[in-house]
Structures are given as structure tokens and as C-alpha cells.
């Protein structure tokens, strides 16, 4: 097992990942770019965790959590304008829109942790 598939931020935003590609699959109408753009924005929050977590500085971990962080704005961006459109219901867009919420939480205590570990490091050196 790969150690990123360990962390629960990780776990979280995978299901997240596999809800909006059910629910974008059944949809019907929904503007091909705006599908698409959905599609990738998901996509983009777990695999930048999981590439951010092979790399071997923090500064590179951090970044790439940054990235799968903004991943996940963009996705709510992209709830906003898919609810506006009637496109998905206020029961999607708020379970939707609270997990992502978390997952951002969850994102930034893991870039916490990272920099607590990396500053504990260098002091032992």
C-alpha cells in the first residue's frame, strides 16, 4: 500500500471523487466544458495529494497540497454554477459542498502536521 492511500484527507476525497463522477455520468444537460471541468478539478485534489506525498521535501509536499486545495475551491466553484443551472439539487450540492469543505480542512491540518514534523526534524540535525 501506498502511503498516501493511508491518510484519511486522501480516503475522504477518493469517495468524493467517485460520488461527483456518478453524478456527473447520470446528469443530462450539463455543458460538456463544465463536465469536464468538474471532472478534472476532482480528479486533480487526490491525484496531487498523491503526488505530492512521493515527493521527498516539504516545501514539495506542501506545494502540491496547496494545489489539491485549490483543487477542491474550484470544485465548489463549479457546484455554484451547476446548482445556479439547476443541474444538481440542494441535497447534492450541500452534501457535496460540506465534504468538500472538510476535505479543505482536512488539507490544511495535513500541511500543518508536515511543517510541525519538517521543523522537528531540522532541529534534531
Same mark, same amino acid.
Given at each position: 500500500?501506498?502511503?498516501?492511500?493511508?491518510?484519511?484527507?486522501?480516503?475522504?476525497?477518493?469517495?468524493?471523487?467517485?460520488?461527483?463522477?456518478?453524478?456527473?455520468?447520470?446528469?443530462?444537460?450539463?455543458?460538456?466544458?463544465?463536465?469536464?471541468?468538474?471532472?478534472?478539478?476532482?480528479? &486533480?485534489?487526490? $491525484?496531487?495529494?498523491?503526488?505530492?506525498?512521493? @515527493?521527498? /521535501?516539504?516545501?514539495?509536499?506542501?506545494?502540491? =497540497?496547496?494545489?489539491?486545495?485549490?483543487?477542491?475551491?474550484?470544485?465548489?466553484?463549479?457546484?455554484?454554477?451547476?446548482?445556479?443551472?439547476?443541474?444538481?439539487?440542494?441535497?447534492?450540492?450541500?452534501?457535496?459542498?460540506?465534504?468538500?469543505?472538510?476535505? &479543505?480542512?482536512? $488539507?490544511?491540518?495535513?500541511?500543518?502536521?508536515? @511543517?510541525? /514534523?519538517?521543523?522537528?526534524?531540522?532541529?534534531? =540535525?
Amino acid at each position: 500500500m501506498f502511503s498516501f492511500e493511508k491518510l484519511s484527507v486522501y480516503k475522504r476525497a477518493h469517495l468524493q471523487n467517485i460520488k461527483v463522477l456518478q453524478i456527473l455520468t447520470l446528469a443530462v444537460g450539463i455543458d460538456p466544458f463544465l463536465k469536464n471541468q468538474m471532472k478534472r478539478a476532482s480528479m &486533480s485534489i487526490i $491525484l496531487n495529494m498523491a503526488e505530492g506525498n512521493g @515527493r521527498e /521535501s516539504w516545501k514539495e509536499k506542501n506545494y502540491f =497540497l496547496t494545489v489539491s486545495r485549490g483543487s477542491a475551491f474550484e470544485c465548489v466553484a463549479i457546484l455554484d454554477t451547476l446548482k445556479a443551472l439547476e443541474h444538481i439539487n440542494d441535497q447534492q450540492y450541500n452534501e457535496l459542498y460540506t465534504e468538500y469543505e472538510e476535505i &479543505s480542512r482536512m $488539507l490544511i491540518g495535513l500541511k500543518k502536521s508536515l @511543517r510541525r /514534523s519538517s521543523v522537528q526534524s531540522t532541529t534534531k =540535525l
